[in-house]
């Protein structure tokens, strides 16, 4: 991989010097602007996704509100897999930083010195992205919009390859995916569990929500059973 890196017929490298030079022509305080969204700005934007989807699936309560929490929940923790798997993957493949090989590139983040293939950032905001477009269409389609800049982002700041990119998007999608379905036969018994804690309840349904619904269906029964009491008792 490494020796990829240093062709310069590569596309790879190409692409690399294609989307870095736009640094190197945009003013300077645009690239600090695009160095904060790059490292902390997307992230952070996801993750108020992934909360803010949670806050309206329990305010909206239903028979489904602890499968949707569940797979909310499985978002944050397909990100932590996913990064840990890429542990293993980057001590193997052992790809230096494209501005290590490379000259001339214009590099915003200072400090990485760790190895380039998969990208950390990537991996965790697609990650974050799938597993949320799993448990929300409308919700999760924004987070993965967000995630592709976020990978356009990396090239940019002059830290990743793009095949670093690439390789992180596929892997948290994977992650997210294939692990979905034993994540959420795990989580939703536990979702369904807090549903019926009357302190944590609050969590996966606000307080009131489908509450009513319970009630209605014991009240009348209740007094149907009544009615039918006092007219055996009539009839007798």
């Known amino acids: 991989m490494a020796g990829l890196a240093e062709s310069g017929s590569n596309p790879d490298v190409e692409l690399l010097y294609d989307i870095n030079g736009l640094a190197k022509d945009a003013?300077?305080?645009?690239?600090?602007?695009?160095?904060?969204?790059?490292?902390?700005?997307?992230?952070?934007?996801?993750?108020?996704?992934?909360?803010?989807?949670?806050?309206?699936?329990?305010?909206?309560?239903?028979?489904?509100?602890?499968?949707?929490?569940?797979?909310?929940?499985?978002?944050?923790?397909?990100?932590?897999?996913?990064?840990l798997v890429n542990v293993p993957i980057r001590g193997f493949v052992e790809r230096p930083r494209p501005f290590k090989t490379h000259d001339g590139l214009e590099v915003l983040v200072a400090?990485?010195?760790?190895?380039?293939?998969?990208?950390?950032?990537?991996?965790?905001?697609?990650?974050?992205?799938?597993?949320?477009?799993?448990?929300?269409?409308k919700f999760g389609l924004g987070a993965i919009v967000l995630a592709l800049f976020g990978g356009f982002i990396r090239v940019y700041m002059g830290v990743h390859y793009p095949t670093d990119v690439i390789g992180g998007f596929a892997l948290g999608t994977a992650v997210a995916l294939l692990l979905s379905p034993v994540a959420m036969a795990l989580l939703t018994p536990l979702a369904r569990a807090v549903e019926r804690s009357p302190r944590a309840g609050w969590l996966v349904r606000a307080r009131g929500r489908g509450d009513a619904a319970g009630r209605d269906a014991v009240i009348p029964g209740a007094r149907k059973e009544s009615t039918e009491a006092g007219e055996r008792d009539l009839a007798a």
């Open 27 to 83: 003013p300077h305080w645009f690239d600090r602007v695009m160095e904060f969204v790059g490292e902390y700005g997307l992230l952070f934007a996801i993750v108020l996704l992934v909360l803010w989807c949670w806050w309206s699936v329990r305010r909206r309560g239903g028979e489904d509100a602890a499968s949707s929490v569940a797979a909310l929940v499985w978002a944050p923790l397909a990100a932590g897999v996913a990064v």
């Open 111 to 137: 400090g990485k010195d760790d190895f380039s293939f998969v990208s950390d950032h990537a991996t965790l905001c697609m990650a974050l992205a799938v597993a949320l477009f799993v448990a929300n269409r």
